[in-house]
């Protein structure tokens, strides 16, 4: 599985970015896809989750602001963050848990950076 994330850069304090996350390769079968976010001198979080089936989970430092979904006609996940604050500063990491012969197997993407400052 190979994961490429995509979409960060520099925005304003109140702004709006939307991160993508393109999934290839062995890509069948029950999966749980997330992103995670490491901020400088900090460890990576849990940012949010979602299901094959939609079912979704939030960070509480990210509920109401950001939103998680998926595309899996197109093998897609994107992350819609809306009023950004300066304490979102990180770089952003999209990753697939898949469920191969009752073994769970976690992918990483190579990360994107998201910057918030005026």
């Known amino acids: 599985v190979q994961l490429q994330a995509s979409g960060g850069g520099l925005v304003q304090p109140g702004g709006s970015l939307r991160l993508s996350c393109a999934a290839s390769?062995?890509?069948?079968?029950?999966?749980?896809m997330g992103w995670y976010r490491q901020a400088p001198g900090k460890e990576r979080e849990l940012v949010a989750t979602?299901?094959?089936?939609?079912?979704?989970n939030y960070a509480d430092s990210v509920k109401g602001r950001f939103t998680i979904s998926r595309d899996n006609t197109k093998n897609m996940m994107y992350l819609q963050m809306n009023s950004l604050k300066p304490e979102d500063t990180a770089v952003y990491y999209c990753?697939?848990?898949?469920?191969?012969?009752?073994?769970?197997?976690?992918?990483w993407g190579q990360g994107t950076l998201v910057t918030v400052s005026s």
């Open positions: 979602i299901t094959g089936g939609g079912s979704t």
């Open positions: 390769g062995s890509i069948f079968g029950a999966n749980v």
């Open positions: 990753k697939r848990s898949s469920l191969i012969r009752g073994q769970w197997y976690d992918y």
